[in-house]
């Protein structure tokens, strides 16, 4: 998803970029809720700052009625397809450092692409974060960014912190998140256990598909530079 949207980006003049990224970065702000943040700590067995930010790039890139449904009801998070994949998958498999989950609920790269199709456009030495500091946004284009949002009247609350055991965490993100909890952490497997062998089937021709797609791009990259070509 990420190089179609860089694409896009580079076609666009240098100050449109900075202003993608400003839209980008007010969405990432707003989303910075206690509550989302329970939401994806329950995914992710717990959840740093940055793998908050992480979160919240996934979930931006989901789209904006996910985004709205997940900032009015974070729990709404449970009924996606890809996130039913993912505790699936987390049930199912070992984790494995060298190639990570097939589904997760984070996207770091996301939040970058502004920042290269910035470099594509005026250059390596170009920096995007040297233009943020200059808003390029109206006062009404925030306005009509935040009026499109809903919040859970308990988006703020407190799942855990200083003081606090990790039974009283586990216990206030079960009460925050029951969907998401009894998907990731329940007794009982999620509803698409019953299909688990295509879903893991369906992960591993993925991973072979996107191993074949990234050897041809090698071997294409590679005739090109090829001067006898």
Request: with cysteine; net charge negative.
């Amino acid at each position: 998803m990420q190089e179609p949207v860089i694409e896009t980006l580079t076609k666009l003049d240098a100050q449109d970029i900075v202003r993608f990224k400003q839209i980008y970065n007010e969405y990432q702000d707003l989303a910075y809720k206690g509550k989302l943040w329970a939401a994806a700590a329950v995914m992710h067995g717990g959840c740093s700052d940055d793998k908050f930010i992480d979160f919240r790039a996934w979930l931006i890139a989901q789209g904006k009625e996910v985004y709205l449904n997940a900032l009015a009801n974070p729990d709404s998070l449970a009924k996606l397809e890809t996130v039913i994949d993912y505790a699936v998958e987390k049930s199912l498999t070992k984790y494995e450092p060298s190639s990570g989950y097939f589904y997760s609920s984070d996207f770091e790269s996301f939040s970058y692409a502004a920042n290269e199709a910035y470099k594509y456009k005026l250059g390596n030495e170009a920096d995007i974060y040297d233009m943020l500091n200059t808003p390029l946004l109206t006062d009404m284009e925030f306005g009509e960014i935040e009026s499109e949002i809903t919040y859970a009247s308990d988006i703020d609350a407190k799942w855990g912190g200083i003081g606090a055991s990790q039974e009283e965490a586990d216990a206030a993100l079960k009460k925050l998140c029951p969907e998401l909890y009894k998907c990731f952490r329940g007794n009982d497997p999620p509803e698409r256990a019953a299909e688990k062998e295509s879903v893991l089937d369906q992960i591993k021709q993925s991973r072979q598909s996107q191993a074949s797609e990234k050897q041809s791009k090698n071997k294409n990259k590679k005739h090109k530079s090829d001067p006898d070509l």
